[in-house]
């Protein structure tokens, strides 16, 4: 099978300019994304590592967070539900929120409960660009308590009232357990259109709309590693009749996509644009973001695919947790082939 490299701009185009106020809701696991910047010249005496000068430090939407951010982004209203903490990374997040226009629900926590946190250091040299040198992980699984996870529940169906479509990031961290599993596929079975990317757990989401591995994970569902495009389309297949899924959106990074129909017959598309990948930290969310609103406002799974292709094409191309703004697609979907 030949990779598709038909944009067919002018629909896709259209489709994009219907992103505008359509509803969307995102659940799961909000990461704060934490850079610290500063330059580095030498190497300690005390261990060899680089002595990094602080110069400055931000916060940044990760996880569905950042999912949430590119739906804002994109045109669309959106919604999010997921669990902060009681601390400085939690009330840094919900400014972001405030400020990007994104309502945001959460259970209440407890006093114990830490934002999971990813902190990246950046460093180079006083005319460089800074590249990451070392990344800190804070913030363990949250253990919600049987009331927490009912409120998720209750929450998620509350805000799921008129929405369009519905997002589900699941990065692992706990969020995205039993009960709310039950609320998402009651939405499901209402036919309201539920995208998945979940990163450990793709068997839990069995019967659900769309779901969106990358080659990995598909690798880690049918244990097997896909050298081939033959073994893409059989593992695609696969994981099609396994998870009962009435689509699957397989991302390959710089080889495009390809997307399988519920009879798990593949459709290549390749990928957009010339250039190398300067930073791919957060594409997925990108690409399920513009994924999800290209359903939320009319489109075929494919052609979604294919704007979530072009959007992904063109975050990857900024530096750290990106966005992508609607006329940024839009002016790359309307530029002469």
């Known amino acids: 099978m030949r990779p598709s490299t038909r944009l067919r701009a002018p629909s896709l185009a259209e489709l994009a300019h219907r992103f505008a106020k359509r509803r969307v809701l995102v659940v799961g696991d909000l990461v704060a994304d934490h850079y610290v910047y500063g330059q580095t010249d030498r190497i300690s005496r005390e261990a060899p590592v680089l002595v990094v000068r602080y110069e400055n430090a931000e916060v ?24 902060l903490g009681r601390d400085e990374m939690g009330a840094q997040m919900r400014r972001l929120f405030k400020a990007a226009g994104i309502r945001a629900l959460t259970p209440g926590a407890g006093d114990g409960l830490q934002t999971q946190t990813k902190t990246r250091i950046l460093a180079g040299g006083s005319n460089t660009t800074r590249q990451q040198v070392l990344r800190l992980d804070r913030g363990d699984r949250p253990r919600l308590s049987a009331r927490q996870r009912m409120e998720m529940s209750r929450l998620i169906t509350a805000a799921a009232r008129n929405v369009d479509a519905v997002l589900v990031s699941d990065y692992g961290s706990g969020v995205v357990g039993p009960e709310t599993l039950a609320a998402l596929r009651k939405l499901d079975a209402e036919r309201v259109p539920v995208c998945v990317d979940s990163r450990f757990a793709l068997r839990s ?25 033959a073994q893409v389309l059989e593992a695609g297949r696969a994981a099609v009749a396994a998870l009962e899924c009435r689509a699957l959106v397989l991302t390959r990074g710089r080889s495009g996509m390809v997307v399988f129909d519920g009879q798990g017959n593949g459709e290549w598309i390749a990928p957009h644009g010339p250039h ?16 999800c609103l290209g359903l939320a406002a009319g489109g075929s799974v494919l052609d979604a695919a294919r704007l979530a292709n072009v959007a992904g094409s063109l975050v ?3 530096q750290g947790t990106a966005t992508v703004a609607r006329a940024e697609l839009l002016r790359e979907l309307e530029m002469p082939r």
Request: hydrophobic content about 45%; cysteine-free.
């Open 205 to 229: 989401f069995k019967g659900f709309a769309v779901l969106k591995p990358n080659e990995p994970e598909l690798e880690a569902l049918v244990g097997y590693p896909l050298r081939t495009e």
């Open 316 to 318: 990857v191309q900024k």
């Open 276 to 291: 190398e990948a300067v930073d791919v930290t957060g594409a997925g969310d990108t690409v399920m973001a513009t994924l």
């Open 60 to 83: 940044k939407l990760g996880g569905a967070a950042n999912a949430a951010a590119n739906v804002a982004s994109l045109g669309g209203h959106v919604t999010v539900v997921g669990v």
